[in-house]
């Protein structure tokens, strides 16, 4: 999987746009932990969301995985770089923001944690991130505007301990 990193790196970087500075090229670094998000062939039995699969891969670690659900399940053809479109997030590479602590006042959809995420290539889609989707099979907010929505509560919880105490500063999504 490194050598794979490593090739979609190298790809990637001559293409990125030039305004990204030189620590945020530093999170493709092929050694480095990496999240990867992809989709499956499951969905959620009730709402019909896809799941998609968010991975953290550690250089000779055993993989972690979680479930996951990207956008709403009718949007997910739907122009993935086009703000407002409630289509899963463009495959790319982000950088992590730090996990943040939610309150009372932050939207209840968003649950108790936010990890922001950051596109490194242009796209018109923002206010990104990674949180629990407390809707997920439950009602007609199931699903995300976008973001990687965590199906688990005790997933985001474990997600966000395993991104501080490891220093995850990127995510990759694949189609």
């Given amino acids: 999987m490194d050598s794979a990193r490593a090739v979609v790196a190298a790809l990637l970087i001559p293409t990125l746009h030039t305004a990204v500075c030189a620590n945020e090229l530093a999170v493709l670094q092929p050694a480095e932990s990496l999240l990867v998000l992809e989709r499956t062939s499951k969905s959620l039995s009730y709402t019909g969301d896809p799941i998609w699969t968010l991975r953290l891969e550690r250089p000779g670690k055993q993989v972690i995985q979680f479930e996951a659900v990207s956008g709403r399940a009718h949007r997910q053809n739907a122009d993935r770089d ?64 976008g973001c990687v929505g965590l199906i688990h509560h005790r997933d985001m919880v474990q997600l966000a301990s395993l991104v501080q105490r490891h220093n995850i500063r990127a995510l990759l999504v694949k189609d």
């Fill in 82 to 145: 086009r703000t407002g479109s409630r289509a899963p997030l463009p495959s790319g590479y982000y950088s992590l923001g730090p996990v943040e602590p939610l309150g009372p006042a932050d939207p209840a959809e968003l649950g108790p944690i936010w990890i922001g995420i950051e596109p490194l290539f242009p796209t018109g889609r923002g206010h990104l991130g990674i949180h629990l989707d407390p809707s997920a099979n439950r009602n007609a907010n199931s699903g995300t505007l």
